[in-house]
Structures are given as C-alpha cells and as structure tokens.
Nanobody, 121 residues
C-alpha cells in the first residue's frame, strides 16, 4: 500500500507565500507523475500543476508565473511553492501520484487527504 501525506497548508494574507510538500511512502518501486490538485468550496477539483519523473512540468493558466512544482525523486516527495497568493487560491490542496509498487505491475493512482490553504484579502 502507498500513502501520500501533505503538509504546509495554512492561513496567509493576499500577496504572501506558502510552500506545500507531499511525501509518498509504503510499497514503492517507482513514482511516475506527481500532481497537485485543489478544490475550492462548492467547486470541482482542478489540476493545478504536474511534474513527471524526468522533471517536465505543466500548470493551470491561473497559477502560471506564481506557483512552482518540484520534486525530490530520492525522497519521493513533491513540492508546490506558491507565491503572490490570491484569495481565489483558497482551497483544499491534494497531492496525487502514479506509483509502481513493483517492477512488474502497472502504476496505480493515489491521493493524499489534502491540506487547507486559506488566503485572506
């Protein structure tokens, strides 16, 4: 079994910064693409950013230039540096990853439980 545990959420004023991290643990052979999603109250969950095992990244347009996704493959950890935060960034942020537990099996998709980010105006 694989667990994803997020940390780093909290309350910040508009224009401020926060850094999220998510560590994968358990039965892991390889971690492929890692992602951050968010879900604001009353809205659908949306993909914020993704990073492949080789470092290719992509972002939703609303965070480009403000958020940076990165990862530490040795630690099976993904980060999200969030700068110039806006009230509309307020949401529960979820970590998501495609993980191979053995050399022979295909990757399975896992979710963390989420961490709340609140940006006050």
């Amino acid at each position: 079994q694989v667990q994803l545990v997020e940390s780093g959420g909290g309350l910040v004023q508009a224009g401020g910064s926060l850094s999220l991290s998510c560590a994968a643990s358990g039965s892991i052979f390889a971690v492929n693409t890692m992602r951050w999603y968010r879900q604001a109250s009353g809205k659908q969950r949306e993909l914020v950013a993704a990073i492949t095992s080789t470092g290719y990244t992509n972002y939703v347009d609303s965070v480009k230039g403000r958020f940076t996704i990165s990862r530490d493959n040795a630690e099976n950890t993904v980060y999200l540096q969030m700068n110039s935060l806006k009230p509309e960034d307020t949401a529960v942020y979820y970590c998501n990853a495609d993980v191979k537990s053995t050399r022979y099996n295909g990757a399975m998709n896992y979710w963390g439980k989420g961490t709340l980010v609140t940006v006050s105006s």
